[in-house]
Structure formats: C-alpha cells, structure tokens
C-alpha cells in the first residue's frame, strides 16, 4: 500500500485522543471545531477561543453547554418577563378597582331605589289615611241594659234598669215600700 495524501491530524483539545481522518470522510464529520468566549477574554482583542472535540467530548460539552444556554435564555428574557408580572398585577389591579367601583354603583342604585320604595310606601300610607272614612266614636249599648245611660248609677233589676231615684228607662217609678199599691 502506498503513501496516501489528503488526510488530516486530529487532536482532541480535552481528551488528546488522535487521529488521521480523510477530511471529506464520515469518521471526520463526527468531530467538531466549537468556538468559546470566556468571561475573562470577553474584552480582550481576540475573545474567542477555538476547540477541537471528539465526537464523545464534543457531546459531553453539549450537555454541559445546554444548561448554559438556557441559562442565559433565561437572563435575557428576565426583564421582558418581570415587564409582563408587572403588567399582569398592573391589569389585575385594574380589574378588581373596577369590580369595586361596579360593586359601589351597585350599592348606590340598590340604596335608591330602596329609599324609593320606602317613599312610596309612606305616600301609599299618607294617601290610604286621607281616604280612609272616620267613624266618631259612639257609646257604646249592652243588650237589656235600656238606654245606656253613662252616670253609673243604675240598678239591675232583671231587665229594666233603674236610677237611684227608682224610674226606669220607661219613666215609671217603683214603688220604693214594696207595696203593690200606687202612691197617692
């Protein structure tokens, strides 16, 4: 077998694994040159710093990189999410003054019209005492007690009542001896 040329040396900058790959091949697809900026390079000139990977480093740095990835996801949309907490307690705010200023109109009309209500009531009952028809007050006549007088001095005589003076209702005087004749 002869000397072939085109292949490359590949080295992996974290485990140091080798190899000759033929660049156009499938082995060489599976490494990977990754760029990374550091915190401490980020304002230097040259902040990048590039890294070859085999295919096992190359995918253990993927599963270390991603969290990192979503992290600072994370802290670039912190500001437009507390924006939208804020709007969102801004809104919820809004809705329960307004529930409450609703509740207070309510209470309003529910107070005048029960105030008119009443109001109609008292004129119902003014109007009712105007039409009512008024009875003047009458002695009043207990059965077999004649005339209903009001002095109070009248005897029970067993059906016709008698003053102190012996007349009836009638106008005859008994006969204050208990004789049956009459008074000459």
Known sequence: MGVRSGYNHYQCDRCGKEAYLDPKGAEASAWSKLQRISVDK???EDPITAYEFCNDCRNAYTSFDRPQDDAFADFMSQPARDRAA???QADADAKAKAEQEKAARQKEIDDAVAAA???????QKAED???MIKVPDTPTVTPGTGSGSESGDTTDTGGTETDKNG??????????SGSDKEND
Do not use: F, H
Not at 117 to 123: C, I, L, M, N, T
Not at 167 to 176: A, H, K, L
């Open 167 to 176: 007349s009836d209702s009638t106008g005859i005087v008994e006969n204050p």
């Open 117 to 123: 209500v009443e109001k109609a009531k008292a004129e």
């Open 129 to 131: 005492e105007k039409t």
């Open 42 to 44: 980020a304002t230097s």
């Open 86 to 88: 804020a709007q969102a």
